[in-house]
Structure formats: structure tokens, C-alpha cells
């Protein structure tokens, strides 16, 4: 059974929209087929993968586990709202981190 796509492709998949395929393998560390694989949804990223684009993309490891079943201009939406959920969270490690008055 193929695997679904994912909220994580779909970001793979927008950050590659802005470099080649070739540029985004290197900074990863894997090839481009594989790297084409994971933004399709044809295959899954091992767990040290998805903390490599974690790491070199911000794509949060829980992305690859949210199926995408919407399409369209709702993609940018999908895009839009894992960015929020980003920056809330470099908010909140901001706050755990100052220390307290």
C-alpha cells in the first residue's frame, strides 16, 4: 500500500518550490530520488531523516504523521498554519528559557 501524502511532504514539497532538487538533497545529505520520494509521498523519511529536515527546513517530525486529504488552495492554508504553530512554539521555548522575575 502507498503511503499518503502528509502535511510533512506538502512542506517538503513548498521548500523545494524555492531551490532544486539537487540543492535540497545535498543540504539534507541524501539523493534526489529519495529526496523526490518523500516530497511525493511514495515513500516515508526513516526518523533521523525527518530530524535532518526538521533541522535544515524546520519541518516539524509530527508533519510527516498528519495526512493530507485537502487540496487546492487549501495547501496554502495547510502551509500557513504549520508556520503559526512554528513560531508559537519558538514563543514558548522563549518563555521557558527567560528566567522567571
Same mark, same amino acid.
Given at each position: 500500500m502507498r503511503p499518503e501524502r502528509t502535511?510533512? @511532504?506538502e512542506l517538503l514539497l513548498n521548500v523545494l518550490q524555492r531551490r532544486t532538487q539537487r540543492e535540497g538533497a545535498k543540504e539534507v &545529505?541524501?539523493?534526489?530520488?529519495?529526496l523526490s520520494r518523500w516530497a511525493s509521498g511514495q515513500t516515508m523519511p526513516s526518523f533521523s531523516s525527518k530530524a @535532518?529536515?526538521?533541522?535544515v527546513y524546520g519541518i516539524p517530525i509530527a508533519a510527516w504523521k498528519v495526512p493530507v486529504c485537502?487540496? &487546492?488552495n487549501h495547501r496554502a492554508a495547510i502551509v500557513e498554519l504549520v508556520e503559526t504553530v512554528k513560531t508559537l512554539e519558538r514563543i514558548v521555548e522563549r518563555m521557558l528559557l527567560e528566567p522567571s522575575a
Open positions: 502535511v510533512g @511532504s &545529505g541524501v539523493s534526489q530520488s529519495i @535532518s529536515l526538521q533541522t485537502i487540496k &487546492g
